[in-house]
């Protein structure tokens, strides 16, 4: 059974940073590209962020490219968002996923989910 699992997240003010965690488990050899989403309340959920399988290939959307950073620690199952310089916009439930597809933030490609994280970023 796959599963994926969020933490990292809480209340930061403006210009803060955060680093989120998503542990993966019970992914075939299929599952090789690992993505971030946030979805704001009213919103649709959007593309974050995506690492490739041996961490070579990564994309970041517009809104959080020079802030936002993608890793993996494959010996831990874990994929990180260190996220710096954090603005109230980025505020929103941020979603690990993970896809069989290649290298990008397409939703429906996605067909693993966590739970979500809470990010707050506020004053």
């Known amino acids: 059974q796959a599963q994926l699992v969020e933490s990292g997240g809480g209340l930061v003010q403006p210009g803060g940073s955060l680093t989120l965690s998503c542990v993966a488990s019970g992914l075939t050899s299929d599952y090789y590209v690992i993505g971030w989403f946030r979805q704001a309340p009213g919103k649709e959920r959007e593309g974050v962020s995506c690492i490739s399988s041996d961490g070579g290939g990564t994309y970041y959307a517009g809104s959080v490219k020079g802030r936002f950073t993608i890793s993996r620690d494959d010996a831990k199952n874990t994929v990180y968002l260190q996220m710096n310089n954090l603005k109230p916009e980025d505020t929103a439930v941020y979603y690990c996923?993970?896809?069989?597809?290649?290298?990008?933030?397409?939703?429906?490609?996605?067909?693993?989910w966590g739970q979500g994280t809470q990010v707050t970023v506020s004053s």
């Open positions: 996923g993970a896809t069989r597809y290649g290298l990008g933030l397409t939703l429906w490609q996605y067909d693993h």
